[in-house]
């Protein structure tokens, strides 16, 4: 069973930009699609971005997109999430996930079946 461990969370002010990173254990990293999904008080969980097994394609929400920028580094196990002009509707605990083997960008929560614990992004406007 893989183990998922996210970092990089913190309080930022609005405009500003974050890493997350979401170190994997285990094997099975190189072969899965990830993807990063997060959840504020009140609300579902959502899909963010996500990025396929070899790297070679990714997705992201509406909401996200020319302002997240997805990316792996599978020698290291290691997935990241680049969020700049970020907002204060942006602020959420963000998880990452890991997806199938050998599949796509996957935005569909139930395509996922290993999730971290999350770490808590927090935007001040």
């Known amino acids: 069973q893989v183990q998922l461990v996210e970092s990089g969370g913190g309080l930022v002010q609005a405009g500003g930009s974050l890493r997350l990173s979401c170190a994997a254990s285990?094997?099975?990293?190189?072969?899965?699609?990830m993807g990063w999904f997060r959840q504020a008080p009140g609300n579902e969980r959502e899909f963010v971005a996500a990025?396929?097994?070899?790297?070679?394609?990714?997705n992201y929400a509406d909401s996200m997109k020319g302002r997240v920028t997805i990316s792996r580094d599978n020698a290291k196990n290691t997935l990241y999430l680049q969020m700049n002009s970020l907002k204060s509707d942006d602020t959420a605990v963000y998880y990452c996930?890991?997806?199938?083997?050998?599949?796509?960008?996957?935005?569909?929560?139930?395509?996922?079946?290993?999730w971290g614990q999350g770490t808590q992004v927090t935007v001040s406007s």
């Open positions: 990025i396929s097994w070899r790297g070679g394609s990714t």
């Open positions: 285990g094997p099975t990293f190189s072969r899965s699609a």
């Open positions: 996930a890991r997806g199938g083997y050998y599949s796509g960008a996957y935005s569909a929560a139930g395509q996922y079946d290993s």
